[in-house]
C-alpha cells in the first residue's frame, strides 16, 4: 500500500470513529484524529493523484484535438465524392461562419502549432504540480530513513535534509513561468529547424552550391550522434569510481554515530586520487550524456515532422467509403440532438484512414516531449562543474554559498530523473499504450 494511500485510511478511519463516538455516551472511546499536517499531505496527495493523467498527456490531448477538429472541419466543408486531407485550404467563408457562430479558428497544423505550443501552454500545470508535490514530499522526507542497501539510498541517507524552509518549495512566479515558456518555445523551434543532421544523418542543403570550407551551421554536424567510442575507457573509469565510493558511502550512511558517518566520508574525500576521479569521470560523463541527449530530442524532432507530414498528406477519398454514401453537407440536425447518424459515421470511417499516422505522430511527439522536458542539454556538466568545484568545502561542509550550492544538486538530480525516464523502455510503452487509447477510434 503507498504512503499515501496509508494517510488517506488512517485520515477516514479516524473520522469515521470519531464521527460514531460522538454519538455515544462514553467519550472513554473517542479516538484522537491524525496529526493536522497529514490533512494536508492527503489533501495535496489526492491533488497531485488525480493530475497523473494531465501532467502525462495532457500536451498529447491537445495534439490530438487539433488534428480531429481539422478533419471535422474538411468533412463540414466537402460533400460525398470529394478526396480530401486535413491540410486542405478551407473556404474564407467558412472560416468566417465557424468564427462567428462558434468562436473557433480552423486549426493550424504547422510543425511548431502542433510540436511545440501545446508543450508552452502545459507549463502552468507542471508548475502547480510540481509546487504541491515537493511540499508533500518534503514532509514525508522528515520521516526516518531507511537503512541504505545500494549507492541510492546511501547518498539519500547521508545527504537526508531534516528542515523545511521556503527555499525548498517554491512556486515559480508569473515573470518566471513566462521566461521558462519563452525558452522552451526557442527550444523546441530551433529543434525543428535543425534536426535534420541528427535524423537523416546530414544537413540537407545543396552542396553543389555551398560554399567551400562552411563551417556547418547551428544543429548541422556537430549536433549529430556523436561517436562514443571512447566510451569504453569512460564506462571503465566510471565502473572504478562507483566501485570505490559505494563501499564507502553505505558504510558511513549505516552507522549510527553520526561523527563515525561524517568522519570516514571525510576521509574519503580527502584523498587527492578520490577527488580528482569523482571530478573527472563527472565531467567527462557529462559531456556524453549533453551530446547524446541533444542528438536524441534532434532525432525525436525530426521523427515527428516526418510523422506529421505524412498525417496531413494523407488522402481520404470519401466516395470510396460505404459509410459516407449519401452524405452532404446538409445535416438537417434536430435542435437538442446529437450530429445526425450520416455525419457520424462517415466521420468515423474517415478517422480510422487517419488514425494510425495521427497515433504516431502523438507518439513521437511524446518521445520529444520527454526529452526536452529535461532543459538545455548542457545542465548535467554545468551543475557538476559547479558541485564538484570544492571537494574539499564539501568534505569540510564549508560551502561558501550552501543555497546556490543545494540549487545545483536539485538541478542535476531533477535532470538525470527527467533523462532517465524518457530513456525507460517501461515507460515509453506505458505512455504509448495511453496515446494509442486516446486517438484510436471505438
Excluded at 533523462?419 to 515507460?427: C, E, G, I, L, R
Amino acid at each position: 500500500m503507498s504512503r499515501f494511500m496509508r494517510y488517506t485510511s488512517i485520515f477516514a478511519g479516524a473520522w469515521l470513529l470519531s464521527g460514531t463516538s460522538a454519538h455515544c455516551d462514553s467519550p472513554q472511546q473517542d479516538l484522537p484524529l491524525p496529526q493536522a499536517y497529514k490533512s494536508l499531505l492527503v489533501s495535496a496527495g489526492a491533488i497531485t493523484g488525480s493530475s497523473q493523467e494531465l501532467i502525462q498527456l495532457e500536451r498529447s490531448v491537445q495534439r490530438l484535438q487539433a488534428l480531429r477538429t481539422a478533419l471535422t472541419i474538411q468533412l463540414l466543408n466537402h460533400n460525398y465524392g470529394d478526396t480530401i486531407t486535413i491540410a486542405d485550404a478551407v473556404d474564407a467563408n467558412f472560416q468566417t461562419q465557424l468564427k462567428s457562430r462558434q468562436g473557433l479558428d480552423v486549426p493550424v497544423l504547422t510543425q511548431d502549432a502542433i510540436l511545440c505550443a501545446p508543450r508552452t501552454s502545459h507549463i502552468q500545470a507542471v508548475a502547480q504540480f510540481n509546487f504541491l508535490n515537493a511540499v508533500v514530499s518534503k514532509i514525508q522526507e522528515l520521516s526516518k530513513p531507511a537503512a541504505a542497501t545500494d549507492l541510492a539510498s546511501a547518498l539519500k541517507a547521508v545527504l537526508s535534509s531534516y528542515s523545511l524552509s521556503a527555499a525548498d518549495v517554491s512556486l515559480a512566479s508569473k515573470d518566471a513561468i513566462d521566461a521558462l515558456k519563452n525558452r522552451q518555445q526557442k527550444r523546441c523551434s530551433s529543434d525543428i529547424a535543425n534536426f535534420d543532421a541528427s535524423y537523416y544523418g546530414v544537413r540537407i542543403e545543396d552542396l553543389s552550391v555551398a560554399a567551400a570550407g562552411a563551417a556547418p551551421s547551428a544543429g548541422g554536424a556537430e549536433a549529430a550522434l556523436p561517436a562514443l567510442s571512447f566510451l569504453g575507457p569512460i564506462g571503465v573509469l566510471i565502473d572504478t569510481i562507483v566501485g570505490i565510493v559505494t563501499p564507502v558511502i553505505i558504510e558511513a550512511s549505516n552507522l549510527v554515530d553520526e561523527a563515525k558517518r561524517e568522519e570516514a566520508i571525510r576521509k574519503f574525500l580527502s584523498d587527492t586520487d578520490n577527488q580528482n576521479a569523482l571530478q573527472t569521470s563527472g565531467r567527462e560523463l557529462a559531456r556524453l550524456i549533453d551530446r547524446y541527449t541533444l542528438a536524441k530530442r534532434l532525432r525525436s524532432s525530426g521523427a515527428f515532422v516526418e510523422a506529421l507530414e505524412a498525417a496531413k498528406a494523407t488522402q481520404i477519398n470519401l466516395g470510396k467509403l460505404d459509410e459516407c454514401k449519401g452524405f452532404d453537407r446538409k445535416f438537417d440536425r434536430v435542435s437538442g440532438s446529437p450530429p445526425n447518424a450520416a455525419f457520424i459515421l462517415c466521420w468515423r470511417a474517415a478517422w480510422q484512414k487517419l488514425e494510425p499516422t495521427v497515433t504516431s505522430a502523438l507518439k513521437l511527439a511524446d518521445d520529444y516531449d520527454r526529452l526536452a522536458d529535461a532543459g538545455d542539454t548542457a545542465t548535467a556538466y554545468t551543475t557538476y562543474l559547479n558541485i564538484t568545484k570544492d571537494l574539499g568545502a564539501i568534505r569540510d561542509n564549508s560551502v561558501t554559498n550552501p543555497n546556490l550550492f543545494w540549487r545545483y544538486v536539485t538541478q542535476l538530480v531533477g535532470f538525470a530523473n527527467t533523462v532517465q525516464t524518457a530513456f525507460s523502455v517501461d515507460n515509453r510503452e506505458k505512455i504509448h499504450k495511453a496515446i494509442e487509447g486516446l486517438s484510436k477510434a471505438p
